[in-house]
């Protein structure tokens, strides 16, 4: 939720409590979604930065959905070549929004998939706080980002809210993965907010952990998911809660099957 308080009676400032969500995840690999970037609305902090900052490693990247090119929020252009993937040998001063990989593990290359954009937007409630308003929402574009690692690979997803459009956003990401899988014989993960609370958990891709994760102060749904088809064994699973998000994180530890 960029980094949002939903408790507004929060006094600590928000860098020092974004900063302390993820240090207490204590997370080798931490997947994020709906980062803001030098953006006005969060204190032009960039949150990637802050994040790889508390879990101490330099290995990230800002997958940016759009940029600010003018005087306010609304005036979004979507990244160029060259500018689609922020890291730290690639860093840009530009305010934006989108999703990110910060990992202790090195990361050997970066990839980003566009993916299918909605052409029309719902009428969806907003978080205020605990409370909700509702208002008509347009969709935005939407990727995923690939975090090559030496072992396996971990694609972050934040799909559409507009059926069925995550659902045909869902099918080109499997379908990446299962070729990602073929070209390197790594297992793939495919984890972040899917805006699915079925059609997911299937015969080959399977969640690793199951759990109810939104909203945060009443869930009632799963949209969060960790997947894989390879064969892992979960030591641990658990889901967080945080100020600064609307949705519960979902944590696993595992370690393949012998």
């Known amino acids: 939720m960029h980094g949002e308080l939903l408790n507004s009676n929060n006094l600590k400032d928000a860098a020092a409590v974004f900063s302390d969500c993820v240090a207490e995840l204590d997370a080798d690999l931490l997947a994020l979604q709906e980062v803001d970037q030098r953006y006005p609305r969060s204190a032009?902090?960039?949150?990637?930065?802050?994040?790889?900052?508390?879990?101490?490693?330099?290995?990230?990247?800002?997958?940016?959905?759009?940029?600010?090119?003018?005087?306010?929020?609304?005036?979004?252009?979507?990244p160029s070549s060259g500018e689609d993937i922020i890291t730290e040998?690639?860093?840009?001063?530009?305010?934006?929004?989108?999703?990110?990989?910060?990992?202790?593990?090195?990361?050997?290359?970066?990839?980003?998939?566009?993916?299918?954009?909605?052409?029309?937007?719902?009428?969806?409630?907003?978080?205020?706080?605990?409370k909700s308003k509702r208002f008509y929402a347009k969709d935005h574009q939407r990727i995923a980002l690939a975090a090559h690692l030496e072992t396996?690979?971990?694609?972050?997803?934040?799909?559409?809210?507009?059926?069925?459009f995550n659902y045909f956003q869902f099918l080109q990401v499997k379908r990446w993965a299962r070729n990602l899988e073929k070209?390197?014989?790594?297992?793939?993960?495919?984890?972040?907010?899917?805006?699915?609370?079925?059609?997911?958990?299937?015969?080959?891709?399977?969640?690793l952990f199951t759990e109810l994760t939104f909203p945060i102060w009443k869930p009632d749904r799963q949209i969060d998911?960790?997947?894989?088809?390879?064969?892992?064994e979960i030591r641990?699973?658990?889901?967080?809660?945080?100020?600064?998000?609307?949705?519960?994180?979902?944590?696993?530890?595992?370690t393949p099957r012998a």
């Open 183 to 207: 070209e390197t014989g790594k297992s793939v993960f495919i984890l972040g907010d899917f805006n699915l609370a079925s059609w997911v958990n299937g015969r080959q891709w399977k969640s």
């Open 89 to 130: 040998s690639n860093p840009t001063d530009r305010g934006g929004y989108g999703i990110s990989i910060i990992s202790k593990i090195p990361v050997l290359k970066w990839e980003r998939l566009e993916l299918t954009r909605a052409k029309f937007g719902k009428f969806m409630n907003i978080s205020e706080g605990r």
């Open 152 to 164: 396996l690979i971990a694609i972050n997803v934040h799909l559409s809210f507009i059926w069925p």
């Open 225 to 232: 998911y960790i997947l894989t088809r390879g064969d892992f």
């Open 44 to 78: 032009n902090l960039n949150q990637t930065q802050i994040a790889a900052s508390a879990m101490k490693t330099p290995h990230w990247a800002f997958a940016p959905v759009f940029y600010i090119y003018g005087e306010g929020a609304d005036d979004q252009r979507e």
């Open 236 to 254: 641990n699973g658990a889901v967080a809660a945080f100020d600064i998000s609307d949705h519960l994180a979902v944590q696993i530890e595992f």
